[in-house]
């Protein structure tokens, strides 16, 4: 049967037999074949640049070396695949490497919790700690913020849409502003909203009218991903470190998207030279394969035995990927060259964005990169931007597809194009990539102007 005519005939079948809430492959109608590198192939044997790399899960790219290795290794030597939280080799060598990744500050008090395989999980039992430790009842979050699809997660989410007809959300979440400087909370701008939104938590977090109860803790992403891709200002986090600490309030960091490397840095609050006090980790701390910790501050460590447990906590396929993906990028030196790549990413799209007035702003660190899209002809807003156009950041998206592309959206009315890509992309394939992408900018462009 000709490749065209199966991967027509399984779509059909996907879309027929899988959810309604299946949502990757609606913006990507094909069927993946085989990957390596940044390089996937779909049944048709056609090749596509890969910028969403499992929404920054895969920090190697797909099938590197040496998470086949470890892989082989690990069924070579019959280590027990589910091992529940019982200890082995791999597991101990694991926990070290993963220490021995942290801050100098941090080290020496980490304790490693292993959740369920997903991010959600994770963030989960982060709450679920610091409840325990502090007997605090509300939770602060941020707008704009995305911290899992769960019941809780998404009620610490800034979403509206996903769980708008969601009945018995979990209580007492209290959201903030996040300093947006390109969409400002405040309307005010001109780079005051860090300064502003740190003002506004602190009177708050004093205020004895505020009407929230005492916090068990302040959860924020360093990077809004889903949000937009949108970075906290370094001296906000400075800030929210410092107004959180003098309180005895737990500052927990979601790093399921932003660590591992994913910002140039280990962990993304590096950038900032803070030591929270909860970190959650998922996606590329597996190694490509499930696996979701939370690391925290031995004071907090006020858990009775079963507390917080999950069947899938000892994946050792998912520690053996992850111990290699750890020591590789340490060996190899890879967040060096994260931060060349993003320059290079950086430098061509501040060109576009030159070029193209639909491009209202482009923001991020590390290999974490969003693109908003405006609507030039539109008014524009207190601070003299235009309003987001999703329709048409995702004809972009889908030309990007079609000339061998992926990269994701995501943001306020789905406006904002996010790369993702592996951390190990080089220099001739970040060309390539950008390559493609001023492309599709151009026909997108010009299509949409004729619509």
């Given at each position: 049967?000709?490749?065209?005519?199966?991967?027509?005939?399984?779509?059909?079948?996907?879309?027929?037999?899988?959810?309604?809430?299946?949502?990757?492959?609606?913006?990507?109608?094909?069927?993946?074949?085989?990957?390596?590198?940044?390089?996937?192939?779909?049944?048709?044997?056609?090749?596509?640049?890969?910028?969403?790399?499992?929404?920054?899960?895969?920090?190697?790219?797909?099938?590197?070396?040496?998470?086949?290795?470890?892989?082989?290794?690990?069924?070579?030597?019959?280590?027990?695949?589910?091992?529940?939280?019982?200890?082995?080799?791999?597991?101990?060598?694991?926990?070290?490497?993963?220490?021995?990744?942290?801050?100098?500050?941090?080290?020496?008090?980490?304790?490693?919790?292993?959740?369920?395989?997903?991010?959600?999980?994770?963030?989960?039992?982060?709450?679920?700690?610091?409840?325990?430790?502090?007997?605090?009842?509300?939770?602060?979050?941020?707008?704009?913020?995305?911290?899992?699809?769960?019941?809780?997660?998404?009620?610490?989410?800034?979403?509206?849409?996903?769980?708008?007809?969601?009945?018995?959300?979990?209580?007492?979440?209290?959201?903030?502003?996040?300093?947006?400087?390109?969409?400002?909370?405040?309307?005010?701008?001109?780079?005051?909203?860090?300064?502003?939104?740190?003002?506004?938590?602190?009177?708050?977090?004093?205020?004895?009218?505020?009407?929230?109860?005492?916090?068990?803790?302040?959860?924020?992403?360093?990077?809004?991903?889903?949000?937009?891709v949108i970075p906290a200002d370094l001296k906000w986090l400075n800030q929210l470190r410092r107004m959180t600490a003098e309180r005895n309030i737990p500052l927990i960091i979601d790093e399921v998207q932003t660590g591992i490397g994913r910002t140039g840095k280990m962990f993304s609050f590096e950038?900032?030279?803070?030591?929270?006090?909860?970190?959650?980790?998922?996606?590329?701390?597996?190694?490509?394969?499930?696996?979701?910790?939370?690391?925290?501050?031995?004071?907090?460590?006020?858990?009775?035995?079963?507390?917080?447990?999950?069947?899938?906590?000892?994946?050792?396929?998912?520690?053996?990927?992850?111990?290699?993906?750890?020591?590789?990028?340490?060996?190899?030196?890879?967040?060096?060259?994260?931060?060349?790549?993003?320059?290079?990413?950086?430098?061509?799209?501040?060109?576009?964005?030159?070029?193209?007035?639909?491009?209202?702003?482009?923001?991020?660190?590390?290999?974490?990169?969003?693109?908003?899209?405006?609507?030039?002809?539109?008014?524009t807003d207190l601070l003299g931007h235009h309003p987001p156009d999703g329709e048409l950041a995702s004809l972009i998206q889908k030309k990007c597809f079609e000339n061998g592309l992926i990269i994701e959206v995501g943001g306020r009315r789905g406006?904002?194009?996010?790369?993702?890509?592996?951390?190990?992309?080089?220099?001739?394939?970040?060309?390539?990539?950008?390559?493609?992408?001023?492309?599709?900018?151009?026909?997108?462009?010009?299509?949409?102007?004729?619509?």
């Amino acid at each position: 049967m000709a490749a065209n005519k199966i991967q027509e005939e399984y779509l059909m079948f996907q879309s027929e037999r899988e959810s309604n809430a299946r949502a990757y492959s609606r913006h990507f109608p094909f069927i993946l074949q085989k990957a390596q590198g940044v390089i996937v192939t779909d049944v048709e044997g056609k090749n596509y640049y890969d910028c969403l790399a499992g929404a920054g899960t895969l920090a190697l790219g797909h099938n590197h070396e040496v998470i086949i290795t470890a892989i082989r290794e690990v069924l070579d030597q019959q280590i027990p695949l589910h091992t529940l939280d019982l200890a082995t080799p791999l597991k101990i060598e694991f926990m070290k490497e993963i220490i021995s990744s942290l801050p100098e500050d941090f080290k020496s008090v980490a304790k490693i919790q292993f959740c369920g395989p997903t991010g959600a999980d994770a963030v989960e039992a982060a709450i679920k700690l610091v409840k325990q430790s502090t007997k605090g009842k509300s939770i602060l979050a941020f707008q704009g913020c995305y911290h899992g699809s769960t019941q809780a997660t998404m009620s610490m989410s800034g979403n509206i849409s996903k769980k708008q007809h969601l009945q018995s959300l979990l209580p007492d979440v209290h959201f903030l502003p996040f300093p947006n400087e390109f969409r400002c909370p405040f309307g005010i701008g001109n780079g005051m909203t860090a300064s502003i939104s740190a003002q506004y938590i602190e009177n708050l977090l004093d205020d004895d009218e505020s009407g929230i109860a005492n916090p068990c803790c302040v959860i924020v992403e360093t990077i809004q991903g889903e949000g937009g891709v949108i970075p906290a200002d370094l001296k906000w986090l400075n800030q929210l470190r410092r107004m959180t600490a003098e309180r005895n309030i737990p500052l927990i960091i979601d790093e399921v998207q932003t660590g591992i490397g994913r910002t140039g840095k280990m962990f993304s609050f590096e950038h900032a030279g803070i030591i929270p006090d909860v970190i959650i980790c998922s996606k590329a701390i597996g190694g490509s394969l499930p696996m979701s910790v939370v690391i925290y501050h031995k004071a907090l460590d006020q858990w009775q035995a079963g507390a917080h447990t999950g069947t899938f906590r000892g994946n050792q396929l998912g520690m053996a990927t992850g111990l290699a993906t750890l020591k590789y990028l340490r060996e190899h030196r890879v967040l060096e060259k994260v931060e060349e790549r993003s320059v290079q990413f950086f430098k061509r799209l501040y060109q576009l964005q030159q070029k193209y007035s639909e491009i209202g702003d482009v923001r991020g660190r590390g290999l974490m990169i969003g693109v908003e899209i405006v609507d030039p002809k539109k008014p524009t807003d207190l601070l003299g931007h235009h309003p987001p156009d999703g329709e048409l950041a995702s004809l972009i998206q889908k030309k990007c597809f079609e000339n061998g592309l992926i990269i994701e959206v995501g943001g306020r009315r789905g406006a904002v194009l996010r790369f993702l890509p592996p951390l190990i992309i080089n220099r001739t394939e970040t060309e390539k990539v950008l390559d493609i992408f001023a492309n599709s900018v151009q026909q997108a462009v010009a299509m949409h102007a004729i619509c």
